[in-house]
């Protein structure tokens, strides 16, 4: 009987040929833990007597929700695992010094690569399936388990077919169609399964798109989010000065079994702005205009679209114009490496000159925990991955999901506007 791609992974590390249903145990390759989880992970990991990693070279903290520290007790929550990282000296934890968002910077430096199983105590851990690894979210006592161990239990998860086809007209990115995805099946349209994005479509995906299309899997209830490995991913992982491990490719066969057969011809697709209060409610931007709804705020950033192409589209339809002046502007590269390059190759201070902000790398707007809470009322044009209820601050807020290119043209214009125009 065929097999998934994500089937073919699970089935080489765990020896034997798998399927969707079974209860595996399986051993990890890298384990993502980052300042808000990782305390409650080290807590489990002291309570049951552990004394070492199973797999040190397999364990990575980043410090990117509250970083730098937002106040007393976001402090004494970072020293949790700065402590515990000094302790096992640990190889790969990364903090102030050479920071950035978890799902954005271990693909940059190399640690995570093709036919990887990787989890981490954070919910968009699926971004890395667009490297053609099985990449989820897990609680942190499951972090800790892996800890201990190497392994975790897993049920295989069954799968649907997302085929792509068609070219994507402009301004049209990842995050459109994993919005008209989501659209399409609901917030749980997905749940415990495999998104499987394939088809013609996928070879007009840049990594970034593909980063933004995997990351946002789980906002449709999936397990995980992965696309088959192809030239552009490794153009990619071959230039990363360090990979961890050797790349290990896997395809899906052709008699692979998948509950759905999802089909979006992308050359028909309109960018695509997700309402309040759920990432399913998408509309398109034609509509999003005529509803002539004003902002408060745009946001660029996040482990979606934090990345140095979404700099790029920002400063190119930014380039000599100035935010709206009811309107203020945050951007957040995703690390300190795309904050260099961006600022090497110009972007930033176009950026400035227009009047957007320009903050460290972190997760804290997109969270509503610090550098771009909203206020009573507010309504934000955000990049981010969910648009629930206070999710950027005030309950009473708004946020709507958009690609970068809409979130910087509405920024300009005050209110949420359509790039086409340009």
């Known amino acids: ?31 993502i833990g980052n300042d808000i989880t990782t305390p409650l992970s080290i807590k489990a990991f002291k309570e049951s007597g552990a004394k070492a990693l199973a797999n040190p070279d397999g364990f990575c903290i980043v410090m990117d929700h509250f970083i730098p520290a937002k106040d007393i007790a976001s402090a004494n929550q970072a020293k949790i695992s700065r402590d515990f990282a000094k302790e096992h000296n640990l190889k790969y934890f990364f903090d102030e010094k050479d920071m950035g968002i978890e799902h954005a910077l271990l693909p940059e430096k190399g640690l995570v690569v093709s036919g990887d199983v990787i989890i981490g105590a954070d919910s968009h851990t699926c971004t890395h399936g667009a490297l053609g690894a099985f990449s989820t979210g897990m609680g942190s006592t499951d972090l800790a ?5 190497g392994k975790n239990w897993f049920k295989v ?13 402009p301004h ?39 980063f933004s299309l995997c990351n946002m899997a789980i906002e449709a209830g999936a397990k995980n989010g992965i696309i088959a490995p192809d030239d552009i991913t490794r153009e990619f992982l071959n230039s990363r000065k360090s990979l961890r491990a050797k790349p290990r490719e896997f395809f899906s066969d052709k008699d692979a079994k998948y509950n759905k057969i999802l089909q979006i011809d992308i050359s028909k697709l309109e ?38 192409s979404d700099l790029k589209i920002a400063s190119e339809i930014l380039k000599g114009k100035r935010v709206h002046k009811d309107v203020r502007l945050i951007i957040t590269p995703g690390t300190q490496q795309i904050y260099k390059d961006a600022h ?40 981010t991955n969910r648009n629930f209820v206070g999710r950027m601050g ?29």
């Open 145 to 149: 388990y892996a800890m201990i161990s």
């Open 172 to 210: 049209i990115y990842g995050k459109d169609l994993i919005l008209e995805v989501i659209r399409q099946i609901g917030v749980d349209g997905a749940l415990y399964q495999t998104l499987e994005f394939c088809g013609e479509g996928i070879k007009y995906l840049n990594m970034d798109d593909r």
């Open 157 to 169: 998860p069954s799968a649907i077919k997302v085929e792509f086809s068609g070219k994507p007209a």
């Open 344 to 383: 090497k190759l110009g972007y930033i201070d176009i950026l400035l000159e227009s009047g957007a902000l320009i903050s460290n790398p972190t997760c804290g707007a997109c969270l509503g925990g610090y550098m771009g809470i909203l206020g009573d009322n507010e309504r934000c044009v955000s990049t």
């Open 271 to 308: 960018p695509i702005i997700a309402y309040p209060f759920l990432p399913s409610n998408g509309k398109s931007i034609t509509q999003a205009t005529k509803d002539d709804l004003k902002i408060d705020q745009v946001f660029i950033g996040s482990c979606t679209n934090g990345r140095l």
């Open 1 to 31: 009987m065929g097999q998934t791609i994500t089937e073919k992974i699970f089935s080489n590390h765990v020896g034997k040929e798998v399927y969707a249903g079974e209860i595996i145990d399986c051993p990890i390759d890298m384990v």
């Open 394 to 422: 005030a309950r009473n807020s708004e946020v709507y999901l958009a690609n970068s290119a809409v979130a910087a043209y509405s920024a300009i214009r005050g209110k949420i506007a359509d790039p086409r125009e340009i």
